[in-house]
């Protein structure tokens, strides 16, 4: 049973574009919820993360918004650039002393020049 | 320096056999984690490890069992091989409770 549901599974985008992306969650016991970068033959490196009692978060270009009695929340990309291709990976965590993340699927984002 | 490593890199083997996958991290994290990515990137957690309690996902077969020396290190054995445990292996660490995890650069398994 999947957990948190992202889309869409790809996404090709324009140079100064704003790509959005997508994830859903079932268990209201999530408490964090991170977007994961990750580059081809690289491991996932934490990008920005949000916690549901703030509905925005802002890191240079990454904003994530969170829309708590939706169960959503989706990460827009400012002023997109060919390096920003990469894939990105929703995730969110349950209450516990091992912080054991449930990943989205995927969305692999390419940027054209 | 690399705050988590993993050897080897790739790994080819037979099916049936026994191989080990080794994560050291130097970031002085006290719980670690094993991750499979399969073929199509989907990312899913197989265990979590600290110094007080291991968490096995259910449906990781007991063919994989982490090990762990000292709290630097969290090896990733596995039994009898089978052509699905082909995926990449990601390590991970953190501090505690603390939500970021930090993963090493994978190791790419390859059953024949």
């Known amino acids: 049973q999947q957990q948190v549901k992202q889309s869409p599974q790809s996404l090709i985008v324009q140079k100064g574009g704003i790509p959005i992306i997508n994830c859903a969650y079932e268990?209201?016991?999530?408490?964090?919820f991170p977007w994961y970068q990750q580059f081809p033959g690289k491991g996932p490196a934490l990008l920005i993360a949000?916690?549901?009692?703030?509905s925005e978060k802002k890191e240079g270009r990454f904003t994530i918004s969170f829309n708590k009695s939706a169960k959503q929340f989706s990460l827009h990309i400012m002023d997109s650039q060919p390096g920003d291709s990469a894939t990105y990976f929703c995730?969110?965590?349950?209450?516990?002393?091992?912080?054991?993340?449930?990943f989205g699927s995927g969305t692999q984002l390419t940027v054209l020049p | 320096d690399t705050a988590v490593s993993q050897t080897p890199k790739y790994l080819v083997t037979q099916m049936g056999n026994d191989k080990s996958i080794k994560c050291e991290q130097n970031?002085?994290?006290?719980?670690m984690y094993w991750y499979k990515q399969d073929s199509k990137k989907f990312l899913k957690i197989m265990f979590s490890?600290?110094?007080?309690?291991?968490?096995i996902n259910e449906t990781v077969p007991n063919r994989f069992s982490p090990k762990s020396p000292d709290k630097a290190h969290l090896n990733l054995h596995i039994n009898s091989l089978e052509l699905g445990d082909s995926a990449v292996y990601f390590c991970?660490?953190?501090?505690?409770?603390?939500?970021?995890?930090?993963f090493g650069p994978g190791t790419r398994l390859t059953v024949l």
């Open positions: 970031l002085g994290h006290d719980t």
């Open positions: 490890y600290n110094n007080k309690e291991l968490i």
């Open positions: 991970a660490s953190s501090q505690g409770g603390a939500d970021t995890q930090y």
């Open positions: 949000i916690r549901p009692d703030v």
């Open positions: 995730a969110a965590n349950l209450l516990g002393s091992a912080r054991q993340l449930t």
């Open positions: 268990n209201t016991a999530f408490d964090y």
